[in-house]
């Protein structure tokens, strides 16, 4: 299914999934715990698809951040800021598995979210890596 704009003026369903599953990831890394225990603790389940991105980001996580290792020149995984690291891993987890959500819905939801949760440069620094591995993964 493509991208849901919702009501115009509000977010979507897709793009409060998408926030929901970076809350998670970031909740795992900065607790250090498997984000499965993070899922798994939640009072009410999470949306499906922010499960679905989550648990995809887990179970691809050494191809992602292979991907993102070779397209991030200059910068490693580890000195990335958390929430930007989390954005990229998701977007590069929708473009290497969920073919039906176009291209420019992953990469500007994925600026969208690195501009309102991180850095004020954020948003260009993960437009970038993400331009970079769509040409690798989607060309």
Avoid: C
Avoid at 29 to 47: G, Y
Avoid at 60 to 74: F, K, N, Q, T, W
């Amino acid at each position: 299914m493509p991208s849901d704009p919702g009501v115009p003026g509000r977010p979507g369903p897709r793009h409060q999934a998408r926030e929901r599953a970076l809350a998670l990831l970031y909740e795992a890394e900065m607790k250090r715990r498997p984000v499965s225990d993070v899922l798994d603790e939640l009072p009410a389940p999470a949306d499906p698809y922010a499960a679905v991105l989550v648990q995809g980001v887990v179970q691809h996580r050494a191809r992602i951040d292979a991907l993102l290792s070779e397209s991030a020149v200059g910068w490693e995984l580890e000195r990335m800021p958390v929430v930007d690291l989390a954005v990229l891993r998701l977007a590069t987890y929708e473009l290497l598995e969920e073919p039906d959500v176009p291209l420019a819905v992953v990469i500007d939801e994925a600026v969208e979210l690195a501009g309102e949760y991180s850095t004020d440069d954020s948003g260009r620094f993960v437009n970038g890596v993400l331009s970079s591995v769509a040409a690798q993964v989607r060309p």
